[in-house]
């Protein structure tokens, strides 16, 4: 018998198939809208002035310079754009770098946001926003900052380097992974968290194989919807705090981040929440942290901090700024079990739970 629990769906409109980025005009005019700036990062403002041109008399132009972390000045900077142009909306193509920048936007506006996502971030499903300022990366939630329709056209990831969708990937399984232990889990969470985890599971290794194939490529964006859902439902914990106190203090990749840091989170935490993390270990076998840092291997993914360009001597202050402020986690966390969480990780040593 199932127990109590509460649960409060996306209300964002998600738009799923191949070819579908040829609708996003027909969105813009569903919100209402008829002035959208177009954002992207400064390496895809040429696909994103292609979209903008395909938009016609719907766009008031391109702001190409979204930067990972979500960088407050940059925000500013779009800002102005927002105001001179007259915008009345936001187009988000790219991945988490462009749809942050966005989220940043409505959430200092409330401007209408379609979201065309060209990774699997996932974050393009939650209503939250994390923004760097000062060296520290801050997370914010709000309901202006969900965005109202999101394309997921797996036409646009065919691109994709193999790199970048493999760590893409283990960025939004970490979502997922802590969506099975989080404190306000429910039924439906734990289902779509184990779900995506699966869909990566079957799409990863078959981009290695062959990184065209246009099945895996569906496959991986549809993990990514769900694993994107399931973190904007419910909270997170140890991992997102630590990969954001990395990215936001030491300014290490995003995505690499994650992929690294997901099988030494989920293994600290397994001790605690053995039978939620079971789906874990029933997907990837062994342990849950051992089960994802093998599959990890498997797919050529980054395995240590080290090689993201972190020195050992920062390891001191990243245990300190992740561990000052306290916060819920499975398993009690201080500065010292934090520090060598971060020491293996940074080895890129094999989870032993």
């Not at 702001?63 to 925000?75: E, G, L, Q, R, Y």
């Not at 401007?111 to 065309?116: A, E």
């Not at 990366?137 to 797996?154: A, H, M």
């Not at 969470?189 to 099945?215: I, Q």
């Amino acid at each position: 018998m199932t127990g109590a629990f509460t649960y409060r769906g996306s209300a964002a409109h998600i738009v799923f198939g191949a070819g579908k980025r040829g609708e996003t005009g027909a969105w813009i005019d569903q919100l209402g809208c008829s002035n959208a700036l177009v954002l992207s990062t400064p390496n895809q403002e040429a696909d994103a002035t292609r979209l903008s041109e395909q938009l016609g008399n719907l766009s008031a132009g391109v702001f190409a310079k979204a930067t990972m972390h979500t960088p407050i000045d940059v925000t500013n900077e779009a800002m102005e754009a927002v105001k001179s142009v007259g915008a009345d909306c936001v187009v988000s193509l790219g991945g988490g770098s462009t749809t942050g920048l966005g989220k940043a936007i409505a959430y200092r506006t409330d401007l209408p946001q379609v979201v065309i996502p060209t990774t699997y971030a996932g974050s393009e499903v939650t209503p939250i926003l994390g923004q760097t300022e000062g060296g520290r990366k801050t997370t914010v939630r709000g309901d202006s900052i969900l965005p109202e329709v999101v394309i997921y056209d797996p036409e646009l990831t065919m691109g994709l380097p193999l790199g970048m969708s493999l760590t893409s990937g283990l960025n939004a399984m970490a979502h997922a992974a802590e969506a099975l232990y989080a404190q306000d889990r429910n039924p439906v969470s734990s289902l779509m968290a184990a779900e995506g985890l699966a869909a990566f599971k079957r799409s990863l290794p078959a981009l290695v194989a062959d990184s065209s194939d246009a099945e895996a490529r569906a496959d991986a964006l549809y993990g990514a919807w769900l694993c994107g859902t399931v973190l904007g439902t419910v909270g997170m914990a140890l991992h997102h705090k630590i990969c954001h106190t990395l990215g936001g203090s030491f300014d290490t990749p995003h995505a690499e981040t994650h992929a690294i840091m997901l099988p030494h989170t989920v293994g600290f935490n397994a001790s605690a929440m053995p039978t939620e993390l079971q789906p874990i270990a029933d997907l990837f076998g062994a342990t849950p942290g051992a089960g994802l840092f093998d599959f990890s291997k498997e797919i050529g993914a980054p395995q240590a901090l080290k090689d993201l360009g972190l020195t050992e001597a920062d390891l001191d202050r990243a245990s300190e700024i992740a561990t000052e402020n306290p916060y819920w986690n499975p398993r009690p966390i201080d500065r010292v079990s934090i520090r060598q969480l971060l020491q293996d990780a940074w080895e890129g040593s094999r989870p032993a739970l």
